[in-house]
């Protein structure tokens, strides 16, 4: 099993860096999947216990110089490490200017994977910082806990608005309620809505558009025949919407949200080389 890759492009590796500011964010620990072509960060918290899950996915052609991986076996190409992203994230920290940095999987007293970085000076020679931030090589046999999350038949789907606006009205309603009900419907319009015996609070947006899926027959989708006008909701956590929108730091080029009534919020964030799904289930 060996893994090791090299960015040397700085814009690579800030967007890079972005994405993983992101995911330290969203998950203490997550798993990372490693493929010939791909990166994934994987959350899966058992949605049945209220736990969120978090699927993001990057082209490492995008990213990275050099990337070259050997799985656990011929037939089975892959490696899955746990890690704790913002580990990482800190080491991709002091890599701001740098030259390049070498990513390695190693394992001197435990598997680690070795962050180089190689900073600028001013002599011939260049200062290499290295951090070894320690992972657990996960096993062959539990790899199907980690499959894509399936969506499943959603009532509506709909461009969210712009996600610096909603993240303003969510930090604001998150002083008076801990839930925060989501409702949209298929003519482009949603609410966020709080309601406690003291107060109800709605804000609605609407014009957002709804994605050419949500009318094209045989998609995922219970949305056909349903009344345009007619709103699916789901009351969810107010504090795991907020550290979506607070982690964010891919602006995403598409970010919309799928709405199964009362059941989840599955949230898809775009970009030309990253797409993150975040799945919050609804409160009972």
């Not at 891919?250 to 799928?258: G, Y």
Request: proline share 4%; with cysteine.
């Amino acid at each position: 099993m060996r893994f090791r890759a090299k960015i040397v492009d700085l814009a690579c590796l800030n967007h890079f860096s972005r994405v993983i500011n992101t995911i330290a964010k969203l998950a203490k620990t997550c798993t990372l999947r490693l493929t010939v072509s791909k990166l994934y960060f994987i959350l899966s918290d058992k949605v049945a216990n209220g736990g969120v899950s978090m699927w993001c996915e990057l082209c490492q052609g995008n990213f990275f110089d050099e990337f070259q991986m050997e799985g656990v076996a011929a037939e089975h190409n892959e490696i899955y490490l746990e890690l704790v992203p913002d580990n990482l994230s800190r080491a991709l920290k002091t890599a701001q200017s740098a030259k390049a940095v070498k990513i390695k999987l190693t394992n001197k007293h435990c598997p680690c994977l070795r962050v180089a970085v190689e900073l600028p000076s001013l002599s011939s020679s260049s200062r290499i910082v290295t951090h070894d931030i320690p992972v657990g090589v996960i096993p062959r046999r539990l790899w199907n806990d980690f499959r894509e999350p399936s969506v499943p038949d959603f009532d509506v789907s709909i461009y969210l608005p712009v996600l610096k606006t909603m993240k303003s009205v969510v930090e604001r309603m998150k002083n008076l309620s801990n839930s925060i009900v989501i409702e949209a419907n298929l003519s482009g319009e949603m609410n966020l809505k709080i309601e406690t015996d003291l107060v109800s609070v709605t804000t609605h947006f609407k014009d957002l558009g709804n994605p050419p899926w949500a009318s094209e027959d045989g998609c995922q989708s219970s949305a056909q025949g349903r009344d345009l006008e007619n709103m699916a909701e789901a009351r969810i956590d107010i504090k795991k919407l907020q550290q979506l929108l607070a982690g964010q730091q891919v602006n995403p080029t598409k970010a919309l949200c799928n709405i199964v009534s009362k059941r989840i919020v599955h949230f898809i964030l775009l970009h030309e080389d990253v797409s993150l799904q975040y799945f919050i289930p609804a409160l009972a």
